[in-house]
Structures are given as C-alpha cells and as structure tokens.
C-alpha cells in the first residue's frame, strides 16, 4: 500500500545533542511538509519542499534543518534539541496538480532529557 | 490576515448525532478540510470541501459556505472510537496553494 513512513516512533534525546527524524514515501507526491504539534495544539509548519525547493517558515528555528535528498525521502535535523523541542514531528505529503489535501504519516515522538 | 477557529472540546453520547463548527478568514480560498486525530497519533483525512454545500461520507457530512467562512463536520451514529481530535484546515489560493492552515482541533469525547 502506498503510504507516508516515519523512523523511528519514539526517539529520546538528551539536551543538546544533535537528533535526525525520518520519512519515506511511497505515493510519488512532490511537496513533503515537516510539521510540529504539542499537545492540544494545531499542527505548526515547519517547512516544506515542492520538489528540490525548500520553503522555510519565516519562524522555524535555526536549530531545526531539512534534507530531501530524493523524491522519496525527507529529513528533519534538530542541532541542538532544547526542552522545549520536545513534541510530535508529523511528516505530510501532497501532489500539488491533484489539489488533494496532505497525506500524514505515523508521527515522531520526540522526548529531550 | 489569515484565522481559523473551532471550539476547544466537545462532548456527546454514544448514538446521537454531533456538530462541529469550523469559521475561517483568508483573502482567497481553495478547500476545507476535516481530518480525524487519536490521541498521540497522526491526523488522518476525512473530507474534503472546495464548492458550497454538503458532502456525504457514510457517518462522516461535512457542509461549506465560502460566504459565511464556515463549514461544519457532522458525525452521525456516534461510536466511542469516534473519541479523538477534529482538525479543519483551509488551503488558500494564493502563492504556496498547496499548503494548509490548520485549526487547534476539537476534542470530542463520547460518553456511553
């Protein structure tokens, strides 16, 4: 089936220390969207790529990176993860000519000690 | 500038019928969109809305009005596992159109 994929599910880091989050797809979308959610609170775009172009959120932190090295795949790199990091990173996936709406996976739950 | 806004927290019996109510302000408008979210899960969509009116989905309705901003997501037949968070989210149709704007969510708990 064809699906949006996120490694791992759980990930616990400590302060400080440089974390990446994965995703994967398998439905050929062109625009891959990291997003973060704390609790009770809506999704909040990270950034996003439409294809090779990257578009940054004018409030995404300088200590949150991305890399879409191809089509399929899309990474979220947190350099120096702060207590207040700590969050579900939620990777979504869209075909632009479609109009359809996102596609979500699994969710990464991110714990900083 | 941009706003979307639906209630915090909702509760209704298992059996009965629910609304939620989703009102919107954008500039342009491209879509209204309902996903369902489980508690530490992923969103998953649940319906879609460009076009005023409404759209039936088995237990799942969702009605429009661009002129109004406001759309409603109507579930019939409550089941406990309808228990979740209520996302609406409107994409616009400016530049950057495929993107979403998403509300905080309803929280639904359905009681026995």
């Known amino acids: 089936d064809a699906m949006v994929i996120q490694n791992p599910r759980y990930q616990v880091t400590q302060f400080g220390k440089p974390v990446t989050l994965s995703c994967s797809q398998t439905l050929n979308h062109n625009v891959m969207y990291w997003y973060q959610q704390k609790s009770s609170q809506a999704p909040k775009l990270l950034f996003h790529?439409?294809?090779?172009?990257?578009?940054n959120e004018a409030d995404t932190p300088d200590n949150f990176q991305s890399r879409r090295p191809n089509t399929s795949f899309c990474f979220l790199d947190i350099r120096s993860p702060g207590l207040g990091d700590a969050a579900m990173y939620l990777c979504?996936?869209?075909?632009?000519?479609?109009?359809?709406?996102?596609?979500f996976g699994p969710g990464t739950r991110l714990t900083v000690l | 500038g941009q706003n979307i806004d639906q209630p915090t927290e909702m509760t209704a019996t298992e059996g009965a019928i629910v609304q939620i109510n989703c009102t919107y302000q954008?500039?342009?408008?491209?879509?209204l969109f309902w996903y369902q979210q489980h508690a530490g899960e992923a969103p998953t969509f649940l319906s879609y809305?460009?076009?005023?009116g409404l759209e039936e989905k088995g237990r799942f309705s969702s009605f429009l009005s661009r002129s109004k901003g406001y759309s409603y997501l109507l579930l019939k037949e409550l089941q406990m596992k309808d228990s979740a968070s209520y996302l609406c989210a409107f994409r616009d149709s400016g530049a950057g159109s495929y993107q979403l704007t998403f509300g905080k969510g309803t929280k639904l708990s359905v009681i026995p």
């Open positions: 979504a996936t869209s075909r632009v000519e479609t109009g359809g709406g996102q596609f």
């Open positions: 954008t500039s342009g408008f491209n879509g």
């Open positions: 790529y439409y294809d090779k172009d990257f578009n």
């Open positions: 809305n460009v076009l005023d």
